[in-house]
């Protein structure tokens, strides 16, 4: 499924992060790694070093140091203007299905580049996007526990393609979540109705969704059920699953107008300890 994988570069450590894990996916899926650098049209940030050459092809020369590049197949491109389109624009041009950029998790204006313009590409991307975080440690990744959350929602049964994709051929455990969500019911959770029902739902979603990563080849399935706020929940089950992967759908909209997944999504890549791959629905609106 993922054969053609794009990292945006601009230098700093989360775009090596994002690199790392580029490389392991290209590897398990004999994928060629698309490395490009954006010159933003509304001038350099701090992490910029264009001195006329290719930035791109000295990014991955500089990564060879430490991530084996020998075995795979990468090329290098530059790209002027606004640097979320460019990356769009880009990743629709070359037939590219997947996207793999790093994020500083920050908020308002300390945000680094990559930071803000994750969160657009998240929202915008027609493929999934993979988020690493800066801070992650440096080194080989692997991919052996994904979590997968789901409500039953077409945003979450999303994420069920490429997460079993990646688990049949790593041997992945795919460890399935549904989040009840108690924040607004003001009743024991214990003995509600309400609560009774909404477990039933979280069942009949891990239980469909665990049946489709079955048929798709996926050995080893776990299923939970979590109560309390969502993306709460779902960072709790990272931990508890020691998952090294977080694959979630989005509807990518903004506003008033987010389902909860696009929420909680946005606040799993801000947050999370480990890599999130956000898979944007099908039926998702545009950026409002």
Do not use: C
Not at 1 to 10: A, E, N, R, Y
Not at 16 to 36: M, P, Y
Not at 79 to 91: K, Q, T
Not at 179 to 190: A, E, H, N, Q
Request: net charge negative; aromatic share 4%.
């Amino acid at each position: 499924m993922f054969d053609s994988i794009l990292v945006p570069t601009d230098g700093s450590p989360g775009s090596e992060r994002a690199f790392e894990a580029a490389a392991t996916l290209a590897r398990t899926h004999d994928a060629t790694v698309h490395v490009l650098s954006v010159v933003d049209e509304h001038g350099p940030t701090d992490d910029w070093d264009y001195d006329g050459d290719s930035p791109a092809a000295a990014f991955i020369e500089s990564q060879a140091n430490h991530v084996d590049t020998e075995d795979l197949s990468v090329t290098a491109a530059v790209r002027e203007g606004v640097v979320h389109d460019a990356v769009l624009d880009y990743a629709d041009e070359t037939d590219i299905n997947l996207i793999v950029m790093g994020t500083h998790g920050r908020t308002g204006v300390r945000r680094f580049l990559l930071g803000s313009v994750t969160e657009k590409v998240v929202r915008l991307a027609d493929v999934p996007v993979l988020s690493v975080k800066a801070d992650a440690e440096p080194g080989t990744v692997s991919f052996d526990d994904i979590l997968l959350p789901t409500d039953g929602s077409s945003g979450a049964e999303a994420a069920i393609e490429p997460a079993g994709a990646l688990a049949s051929v790593t041997d992945a455990t795919v460890h399935l979540v549904s989040v009840v969500d108690t924040r607004s019911l003001g009743v024991d959770v214990g003995s509600s109705v309400i609560v009774d029902e909404l477990e039933s739902v979280a069942t009949d979603a891990v239980e469909n969704t665990s049946d489709r990563l079955s048929e798709m080849g996926v050995e080893t399935v776990e299923t939970a059920i979590a109560h309390g706020v969502p993306y709460r929940a779902i960072l709790d089950a990272i931990e508890e699953a020691d998952a090294d992967l977080v694959i979630i759908g989005t509807h990518g909209r903004t506003g008033i107008d987010r389902y909860l997944l696009g929420s909680v999504a946005e606040k799993l890549v801000r947050t999370s300890p480990v890599p999130v791959m956000t898979v944007r629905a099908s039926d998702a609106g545009e950026e409002q």
